[in-house]
């Protein structure tokens, strides 16, 4: 039986929910499951102001307008990312500067930080690469320092956790501001969608002008002021109450849905410690500050040729394994920019080595440890 690398899943109501919505006589945006949704993560993680957008990439391209940025500003990104998170502030004009990843992890390595910041520095997003924390307490301190803001892509954090001395901060939560996805591919899901986050209350009120193209329409529908008008610039950002529906169906199994994760996560972990130990392969280290949440799990292969092969042997026994990120600084967009000279060795490392394997709610342990047979089967047969 052919394995893919994800799969779309109904976890509970998300039908219902959809056919609720669409009874409702409302399936435009800002309607009841988008209210819904956005309550729950005020609830269970105390987030003050949470936006619903159509897209992890909205919410970082809201992030960038409400912080103002232009030309002339550096915004230090990780170089191991996807697009979004470096694309959102270009589109303001913004320069990029991209920090390497760390040795034991392929998320922004913060040693690195201080020595990006220049006078012209106004941001930093921070990656939870695979729902893993960046160290935060060091961020959020240079930050203050040096006045920066910092915006979390929190695409693969839903349900993840910074420890700070015992206490347990919800990733996405302690940045000025935070993005989540609901794509395909992410632990809780819609199809395409995502949040913002706002942490800083003095960014709330705008945040809602710049969702609803840049109109006070929210206060409107709040009965706060007559009519509503043009105030801001803003765009689109909001998703229809279909996609709204079906994320609050899933939310409401996110328990659910996060433990059959880590078990399968675990699974992965206790069936290829052999290869690790033998000094084949690396598996995932996680900071001691870190609570994941079994967003992803990936190998680290030797070289690239060696992933190449075990990614055709796995395809052979239809297994779907898929490489990540490609350093950004080296894609064709950075041809040319200050970065495209710049050395990643680290970017580079898991550019070319990591590998990531099949990771869906529907996954069956037995599955597992097929996959990991076949892994086995492969480092030996070599
Ligand atoms: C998936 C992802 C995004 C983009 O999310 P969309 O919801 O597809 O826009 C941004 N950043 C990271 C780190 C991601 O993994």
Not at 68 to 84: A, K, L, R
Not at 251 to 268: F, G, N, P, T, V
Request: hydrophobic share 35%.
């Amino acid at each position: 039986m052919s394995i893919p690398f994800n799969k779309p899943f109904l976890a509970g109501k998300e039908l219902q929910y959809i056919q609720e919505a669409i009874n409702s006589g409302k399936i435009s945006g800002n309607g009841g499951f988008t209210g819904r949704c956005q309550s729950f993560f005020q609830q269970r993680y105390g987030f003050s102001k949470t936006l619903l957008t159509n897209s992890c990439t909205d919410a970082l391209e809201m992030a960038a307008i409400l912080l103002n940025i232009g030309p002339g500003d550096e915004v230090i990104v990780p170089n191991y990312t996807f697009v979004s998170t470096a694309n959102a502030f270009v589109l303001r004009g913004a320069t990029i500067v991209f920090c390497d990843s760390r040795p034991d992890h392929p998320g922004m390595n913060e040693e690195l930080l201080e020595g990006l910041i220049t006078e012209k520095t106004r941001a930093i997003i921070p990656v939870h690469y695979a729902g893993v924390a960046c160290d935060m307490k060091r961020i959020m301190k240079l930050a203050k320092k040096y006045k920066l803001f910092v915006v979390e892509d929190a695409a693969h954090a839903i349900d993840s956790y910074y420890l700070d001395e015992g206490k347990r901060v919800p990733l996405g939560g302690i940045g000025h501001l935070a993005a989540f996805s609901f794509h395909e591919t992410k632990n809780i899901n819609c199809g395409e969608g995502g949040m913002l986050v706002v942490n800083d209350p003095t960014f709330e009120e705008r945040a809602e002008l710049i969702w609803e193209k840049g109109t006070n329409r929210s206060q409107f529908f709040r009965g706060e002021i007559d009519e509503y008008s043009w105030v801001d610039v803003g765009s689109s950002f909001l998703p229809s109450e279909i996609s709204a529906a079906f994320l609050y169906g899933q939310l409401e199994c996110l328990d659910r849905i996060q433990a059959k994760r880590k078990s399968l996560w675990e699974h992965y972990m206790k069936g290829l410690g052999r290869l690790e130990e033998g000094g084949i392969l690396g598996l995932p280290k996680h900071p001691v500050y870190a609570q994941f949440n079994g967003h992803l799990f990936y190998i680290v292969c030797p070289d690239e040729g060696w992933r190449k092969g075990l990614m055709g042997y796995l395809k052979g026994l239809d297994i779907l394994a898929v490489s990540h990120y490609r350093s950004l600084h080296d894609s064709p967009f950075q041809k040319g920019k200050p970065a495209s000279g710049k050395e990643f060795p680290w970017s580079d490392h898991y550019t070319s080595r990591l590998l990531r394997l099949p990771l869906y709610y529907e996954l069956e342990l037995s599955q597992v440890d097929t996959i990991v047979s076949s892994i086995l089967e492969y480092a030996g047969n070599r």
